[in-house]
C-alpha cells in the first residue's frame, strides 16, 4: 500500500491543520513522520500504521485507548 497518497498543497497553512484528526489517519504517516513534534499522541494510538512512530515515544502512548496489543504494549509497561 502507498502511503504518500497524503501530500500537503503548497498553499496549505500547516498552523491550520487539525494535527488530533490527522494523527488517526493511517495515510498520513509521511506528514506525521515529518512533524513530530505537531503529533497528537492519543490519536497515533490509535492509528495502525504508526507502530514504529510510538515505538520511538513508548512514554507518549496513551496504554488505555492503545489498539495495539503483544509486544507494543508490553514495552510500555516495562518503562511505567
Known amino acids: 500500500m502507498d ?10 497553512d500547516k498552523d491550520k491543520i487539525n494535527w488530533g484528526s490527522l ?3 493511517p495515510n498520513a504517516i ?19 500504521n504508526a507502530i514504529h512512530l510510538l515505538e520511538q515515544k513508548l512514554n507518549k502512548i496513551n496504554n ?6 503483544g509486544h507494543l504494549l508490553g514495552k510500555i509497561n516495562k518503562i511505567n
Open 23 to 25: 494523527s488517526l489517519n
Open 30 to 48: 509521511h506528514l506525521l513522520e515529518k512533524n513530530v513534534d505537531k503529533i497528537y499522541w492519543d490519536g497515533l494510538s490509535k492509528n495502525p
Open 3 to 12: 502511503y504518500d497518497i497524503l501530500n500537503l498543497r503548497s498553499w496549505i
Open 64 to 69: 488505555s485507548i492503545c489498539v495495539f496489543g
